[in-house]
């Protein structure tokens, strides 16, 4: 078995596949090294098992990074529509379920086999189960220190993701080796993750668990200030769903999530101006716009009677109760961290790594792609075309 090569991969998850697949169809001798037995557990689990594998949106707008131009170059040069033709060649069925989010047909097993058929058209050489022991420099080329014996590359990609969903096997192995080779860090948080409360501020909610309804959700202020319009979930320990999802990888620790449970209609003004005309009451009212579960504990919560007429509550409670449905802002006291997060925000500091080949400026050729890096895309198959984007761009270049 040969142990030297012309890139070594470390990660056969969605980015490391795809690099490996582009570098060895383009000539090079490539080694896939992964500590898993199963290939790209992170694919199979997406989607409810049928892989949000990309959004027909996806641009520079859709990410989160201290850097923000640094997306534009892998993005502009590797679509969602690059991929829809891959998947085209594989005859994979798919379908667009909102908001520019593709899903298979079938399952997501489909699109890992298509990447292991990549891999294998560009006679790419597996080491799975293998788990890197060390890493080091000799001359030009890396040594792969493997409990499978060394491993010699003059290329390293790593593209081992970061800290999300550890019992699939996230590790900080990126961040690890980034540090060894002296690359800075944005510092890591879980990203697109449920927020908690403060089990007294939460209590009066706990009976509207379940409960699921569109909002608009923001956070931050001017031009940090980030708003979606997804729908928002709540639970036992507080809340969930696309909406805070998506908020969640904006929030910071100690400020307040803004919602508007009823993003069509100025509460309000409605309620004030409906007193001479309006007779049914206000839980009726609010059912109208609500869940009716909701527009009841949303009432009890805010101390007022389901069973009371407008016409008889001063504009001033009318006004208050208006804000309150237009304008909840809550402070979350933290989040259900790496083990429901489904993505790490930060990473590998892309200021250390060229947008053209993902590979460090001040350590050549060592790359990171995928997840490792701060690059985080939105809730809704953004993620993945990074991972495309990025593999491909790292691939090319190898």
């Known amino acids: 078995m040969s142990n030297q090569y012309d890139v070594a991969v470390i990660g056969a998850g969605a980015a490391g596949m795809m690099c490996a697949a582009v570098a060895g169809q383009n000539g090079r001798k490539v080694v896939m090294i992964d500590h898993a037995s199963r290939l790209a557990e992170k694919i199979r689990i997406s989607g409810g098992g049928r892989c949000n594998f990309t959004n027909l949106h996806a641009g520079p707008q859709n990410y989160l990074s201290e850097n923000p131009h640094f997306c534009k170059s892998a993005l502009s040069r590797y679509t969602p529509q690059d991929f829809l033709a891959l998947m085209k060649r594989y005859r994979i069925a798919w379908h667009e379920k909102h908001k520019g989010q593709l899903f298979c047909d079938d399952s997501a097993e489909q699109v890992i086999d298509m990447l292991k058929a990549e891999c294998d058209n560009g006679h790419v050489a597996w080491r799975m189960p293998c788990k890197v022991e060390a890493i080091g420099r000799e001359g030009e080329r890396f040594v792969i220190g493997t409990d499978h014996g060394s491993i010699l590359a ?17 590790t900080d192995f990126a961040f690890r080796i980034a540090k060894q080779f002296g690359l800075r860090l944005v510092e890591p948080r879980p990203g697109l993750v449920p927020l908690t409360f403060d089990t007294g501020a939460w209590e009066p909610f706990v009976p509207l ?31 969930s769903g696309p909406a805070v999802l998506q908020i969640s990888s904006f929030w910071r620790p100690g400020t307040a999530l803004t919602l508007n449970l009823v993003p069509e209609v100025d509460v309000a003004q409605t309620l004030v101006e409906g007193k001479t005309t309006i007779r049914k009451n206000l839980g009726n009212i609010l059912s109208q716009w609500l869940p009716s579960r909701l527009a009841d504990g949303w009432l009890q919560a805010n101390g007022f009677r389901t069973d009371a007429r ?16 237009n304008r909840w802002a809550i402070v979350p006291n933290g989040s259900e961290g790496y083990r429901k997060a489904e993505v790490t925000c930060g990473g590998v500091d ?8 993902m590979m460090a400026s001040r350590v050549p050729g060592l790359h990171f792609i995928g997840e490792a890096m701060d690059v985080t895309g939105w809730l809704g198959g953004y993620n993945f075309q990074w991972a495309w984007a990025s593999g491909v761009a790292a691939g090319l270049s190898l």
């Open 310 to 325: 407008i016409a008889d509550l001063p504009d001033k409670q009318l006004r208050r109760l208006g804000e309150s449905l």
């Open 154 to 170: 003059k290329n390293l990609v790593i593209a081992t993701g970061g800290l999300s969903i550890p019992k699939i096997g996230a």
């Open 350 to 357: 892309t200021r250390e790594l060229s947008q053209q080949s």
């Open 209 to 239: 668990a379940g409960i699921s309804l569109e909002v608009g959700i923001e956070t931050g202020e001017k031009k940090s200030r980030m708003h979606f319009r997804e729908d928002l979930l709540f639970t036992h320990r507080g809340l």
